[in-house]
């Protein structure tokens, strides 16, 4: 079961509370989750990443085990503890303004 972080206006939409649980296909990867993630709450299309070219949006960041992997390939194997749920995958909004 894979857990995931959505930031306070995605579980508002999705309308969730706390932590999503998921299952994803092996290998767990960024592509895997949030494909889960779409197929479970069709709501959340388009708001993490582009439709089409299904790239990650600019402002939202994807962090695991403390790491930003947000320029990681999508498609790269997820750390361990992440794909057995001991670890949350974070989607987060970032910051931007001065």
């Known amino acids: ?11 508002t939409l999705a309308r969730v509370e706390g932590e999503v ?4 296909e092996d290998p767990v990867t960024q592509r895997s989750i949030l494909d889960a993630l779409e197929a479970r709450y ?3 299309r388009g708001t993490i990443r582009d439709h089409v ?12 085990c ?25 989607i987060v909004g970032a910051m931007a303004g001065g």
């Not at 070219?53 to 695991?64: E, K, N, S, Y």
């Open 1 to 11: 079961m894979i857990r995931v972080v959505l930031p306070a206006h995605l579980r």
């Open 42 to 44: 069709p709501m959340l």
């Open 66 to 90: 403390e790491q930003d992997l947000s320029h990681e390939p999508p498609d790269a194997p997820l750390p361990e503890a992440v794909a057995t749920g001991a670890a949350p995958f974070l």
């Open 53 to 64: 070219t299904q790239r990650r949006r600019p402002f939202v960041r994807l962090f695991a």
């Open 21 to 24: 649980k998921l299952h994803a």
